[in-house]
């Protein structure tokens, strides 16, 4: 159960560090 939080712990950030990402190269883009 451990390492399953984990995972998603990890997967979680890296979402949000391609959310935080994208939104930076759509505000470049304007």
């Known amino acids: ?3 399953l939080a984990y ?4 997967i979680g950030t890296f979402g949000l ?3 935080v990402l994208r939104g930076l190269q759509t ?4």
């Open 1 to 3: 159960m451990a390492d």
């Open 7 to 10: 995972v998603a712990l990890i």
């Open 17 to 19: 560090c391609a959310l």
């Open 27 to 30: 505000k470049r883009a304007q």
